[in-house]
Nanobody, 120 residues
Framework: QVQLVESGGGLVQAGGSLRLSCAASGRTFSSYGMGWFRQAPGKERQFVAAISWSGSNTYYADSVKGRFTISRDNAKNTMYLQMNSLKPEDTAVYYC?????????????WGLGTQVTVSS
C-alpha cells in the first residue's frame, strides 16, 4: 500500500513563497511519476504540476508556470513543489498523487492534502 503525506503548507502573504513536500512510503517511488493538484473551496480539483519518474520531464498548468517548480529526490522518496510569487488565487488544499506509471499523468494514489492560504 502506498502512503503519501504532504507537508509545508501554511499562511503566507501575497508575493511570498512556500515549499511543499510529499513523502512517499514504499520502495518503488523512483519508478513512478508524481503530480501536484489543488482544490479551492467550492471548486473542482485542479492539476498543478507533474514530474516523470526520473525528474527529467515536468509539466505545469498555465496558471503556475514560471512561479512554481516541481522536483523530486528519489533517494529520499520525496517530491517537492516550490511556490514563489504566490497570489491569493493560489489559496487551496494541495494534494500530491502518484502516477500509474513513469509519466502517464494519470494518478491512482493520493495524499490527504496540506492547506495553503495566501493573504492579500
Amino acid at each position: 500500500q502506498v502512503q503519501l503525506v504532504e507537508s509545508g503548507g501554511g499562511l503566507v502573504q501575497a508575493g511570498g513563497s512556500l515549499r511543499l513536500s510529499c513523502a512517499a512510503s514504499g520502495r518503488t517511488f523512483s519508478s513512478y511519476g508524481m503530480g501536484w493538484f489543488r482544490q479551492a473551496p467550492g471548486k473542482e480539483r485542479q492539476f498543478v504540476a507533474a514530474i516523470s519518474w526520473s525528474g527529467s520531464n515536468t509539466y505545469y498548468a498555465d496558471s503556475v508556470k514560471g512561479r512554481f517548480t516541481i522536483s523530486r529526490d528519489n533517494a529520499k522518496n520525496t517530491m517537492y513543489l516550490q511556490m514563489n510569487s504566490l497570489k491569493p488565487e493560489d489559496t487551496a488544499v494541495y494534494y500530491c498523487a502518484r502516477d500509474t506509471s513513469g509519466y502517464s499523468r494519470t494518478y491512482d494514489y493520493w495524499g490527504l492534502g496540506t492547506q495553503v492560504t495566501v493573504s492579500s
